[in-house]
């Protein structure tokens, strides 16, 4: 059937026939249009369908179901679908009603409107997808349409073989069996049954003067609901509902259980500590994200080179976009031969998968003062390098809490350069700071080297810089990353800079109920460098500032103690590719 030229020869009457009859602007002729017969016959649809003798099992389903007196009763313009006695196998058919409301749409369907990706809501309140190959052949789900009739109360759409309408991702979820137990058991710590007070019917009022409602309760689920605003009233996005196009990776418990230990081995290496029950949840939390996406991937997309990203939108109470989960197709395999179709999108099977690293490790980020006064003098030699006469500590006050996170103390690491008005070092040498990786451990009250993993990372740093007139050379484990930096109104504590909060905190809440400097809370800080930590590297991050204009003015004069190290922190954050 060439779709285009039934267009084109319908075309001149989708105005009028749009509300009314076709009947009135047709003669009762056939209309041949290559191998589509499009009739219209004086009968309705039941009238047509039962007097076909080619149709004698679906039209005595129909009865049997209950399908013609719905049709009658809805006294509106419908689509059916049917389909030879030749075709159908009527022990195939487990669900006679179900399989009969596959059969129905609400919608008369005419041939003008058919257009490739247009997609039908049946009386199985699932979506079927149009699809026009490149012959112009119409496809309904993926059975070819043979055959248009029009009567008087919508159209007869025969179809080549019987439609299986197949289940939606939300019914495909809760039917997986034992071996996805904690996939689901995951996604249902999430989900709750409330009230739905706008689809619920008032049916009179207590004693104490309340409403009492004939009650509709509804699922939501508070980790991956998405709104296009900041609460329940704009839906984006949902797992459940069939008017969403969605994409489901399907995760077995071995590759849940398998990428979970992954991570907390992971973790421990990295931090030389056991992960917290917050880690714990934000490893799950993002087994459950990854998994899920607000279009339906094509076999193509799931296994080529090109990352891609999880379901976007608001979460309800958050105000901001809610970070998404980062695929990998190289790394996250999936069965991509054998997809699972779903009424309102698609799945796939996974084979592979872990959390990635650039999630497990999050960042790494030391506050130097702190650190500083917890090293014994062996240990501020061995991780503070320095060529400065003096050190100590200098506090600006700090910023904080809200609510569950504390406080940021900013306290300033200060390291002179300069003593009695001459430079410390020796002639011609610049004042330096090398910093090892360290962190305290305040369950063994001891210092220790990080053990970064090898990767790609973000490199950034905080500093005191209101008065810093002096430029600085960054190093990283022995290689020039940036030169020549000026530090006065660059990098002032860890206000600015890379836009990213730590977990759990969103700028845009804050803003509302704070004095607007929300955004300045505990960020990472200006990015110097992206940096590789090599397996190599012993130790794994060493960072070494150099400068000659922090201790000299441009006429070669010395510059007064003012101009000191101002240290406030390093960071390290693993970029996309760290994965």
Known sequence: MKITRLIFALLLFATACTDEKWDDHYQKNEIVVDNLNVEIVDQTIEEYISSQDDYSIISQLFDETEVYSSIESRNQSLTVFVYKNATINENEIIDRDFFAKTCVCDLGLTPTKISDGFSLLLWTNKFTRIRVDELGDVF????????????????????????????????????????????????????????????????????????????????????????????????????????YTSTMMIINNDLVENALDQAYAFYEEAFGTIPSSEDTTRFKEWIIRS??????????????????????????????????????????LVDAANPVKFSNGVGYYVTDYKIPNNFVIWRYKEFLAGLWERCSDEEKDMYFKNNSAAQSIRSQGGFGPFGEFPLVKYDILRMDPISNGEHVAEDGDPAYVELTGVTYDAVTNTIK??????????????????????????????????????????????????????????????????????????????????????????????????????????????????????LFHWCLRPTENNY
């Open 140 to 243: 309904i789900g993926d059975v070819k349409l043979e055959r248009v009739v029009q009567t008087k109360d919508g159209f007869v759409y025969e179809m080549a073989s019987p439609m299986v309408a197949p289940p939606s991702l939300y019914e495909v979820l809760n039917s997986l069996g034992d071996d996805y137990s904690v996939f689901r058991s995951l996604i249902a710590e999430y989900e709750e049954k409330v009230f739905d007070r706008e689809n619920s019917t008032p049916i009179g009022v207590d004693n104490t003067g309340n409403t009492v409602y004939d009650s509709t309760f509804v699922v939501t689920n508070s980790l991956m609901d998405r709104y296009s605003d900041y609460n329940a009233t704009n839906m984006y996005w949902n797992m459940r509902e069939e008017q």
């Open 449 to 566: 080297e990080l053990n970064v993993p090898p990767g790609e990372y973000y490199l950034r740093w905080g500093a005191w810089s209101a008065n810093a007139a002096y430029t600085a050379d960054f190093y990283f484990n022995g290689e020039l990353v940036r030169e020549n930096q000026g530090f006065q109104g660059w990098c002032n504590f860890d206000r600015y800079g890379a836009a990213e909060f730590p977990y759990g905190f969103f700028d845009r809440h804050w803003r509302v109920v704070q004095d607007g400097k929300a955004a300045y809370y505990n960020r990472d800080g200006q990015n110097v460098a992206t940096v590789i930590v090599k397996e190599s590297d012993n130790p794994r991050v060493k960072i070494r500032l150099e400068s000659t204009d922090i201790f000299k003015n441009s006429d070669g004069s010395y510059k007064d103690a003012s101009q000191a190290w101002g």
């Open 291 to 332: 998994a899920f996406f607000d279009y339906e991937l094509s076999r193509e997309e799931v296994t080529g080179d090109v990352d891609l990203w999880s379901v976007r939108g608001k979460v309800e109470g958050i105000y901001d976009n809610y970070y998404t989960a980062q695929w990998r197709p190289s790394v996250q």
